[in-house]
């Protein structure tokens, strides 16, 4: 069974650092790309990026490039999301998913909540 | 980018009601197009991949169409549990992703 096992909820103040996680099973986590979802509170999906573990080939879309950082250790079947300093509307879920070829995400990951606040 | 335009965003439906969801694309996205729902507080659940594939274990109640730039979820009897948020995410673009603005489905 594949399943994507993302790191706990995370209460951050604003100007902090942060990197959120999630794990692949189930699966060969190298051959299939991850992809990042951003959801804030009571508002819709947006996609973030995409890495592709095998060998860290990522691609960000326009509105969250140089916002944040998406990296994966393949070792470890782990992806991983990241910010450097944290803003108050980055406070949202954050959903890993995992991508098939040609046909979008298939399977993903529970969420993660970040809260920023001072 | 590829844009896309999903209505109603919000619906009030009764119980074994017919309901149809729709999106359009900006430009021509073929059929590579899924349908997700949503319930409050957990993951997206993919319902429909290719436009019209029905995943695995999805009530047969669901069903999807359209190719191009026009496509439609429709659930054919309403049943409690399909109280939602439904959201389109079309693939065409390569390692480019796009959803729709999502429709809130609630009970009348």
């Known amino acids: 069974e594949v399943q994507l096992v993302q790191s706990g909820a995370e209460v951050k103040k604003p100007g902090e650092s942060l990197k959120i996680s999630c794990k692949g099973s189930?699966?060969?986590?190298?051959?299939?790309?991850i992809g990042w979802v951003r959801q804030m509170p009571g508002k819709g999906l947006e996609w973030m990026g995409i890495?592709?573990?095998?060998?860290?080939?990522?691609r960000y879309s326009p509105s969250f490039q140089g916002q944040v950082t998406i990296s994966a250790d393949k070792s470890i079947s782990t992806a991983y999301l990241q910010w450097s300093s944290l803003r108050a509307s980055d406070t949202a879920m954050y959903y890993c998913?995992?991508?098939?070829?040609?046909?979008?995400?298939?399977?993903w990951g529970q969420g993660t909540l970040v809260t920023v606040s001072s | 980018d590829i844009q896309m335009t999903q209505s109603p965003s919000s619906l009030s439906a009764s119980v074994g009601d017919r309901v149809t969801i729709t999106c359009r694309a900006s430009?021509?996205?073929?059929?590579?197009l899924g349908w997700y729902q949503q319930k409050p507080g957990k993951a997206p659940n993919r319902l429909i991949y290719?436009?019209?594939s029905l995943e695995s274990g999805v009530p047969s109640r669901f069903s999807g169409s359209g190719s191009g730039t026009e496509f439609t979820l429709t659930i054919s009897s309403l049943q409690p549990e399909d109280f939602a948020t439904y959201y389109c995410?079309?693939?065409?673009?390569?390692?480019?992703?796009?959803f729709g603005q999502g429709t809130k489905l609630e009970i009348k």
């Open positions: 290719a436009a019209s």
């Open positions: 430009q021509d996205i073929r059929n590579d």
């Open positions: 890495i592709y573990p095998g060998d860290s080939d990522t």
């Open positions: 995410l079309q693939h065409n673009s390569y390692l480019s992703y796009s």
């Open positions: 998913a995992r991508r098939v070829t040609g046909t979008g995400f298939d399977s």
């Open positions: 189930g699966y060969s986590f190298s051959t299939y790309w």
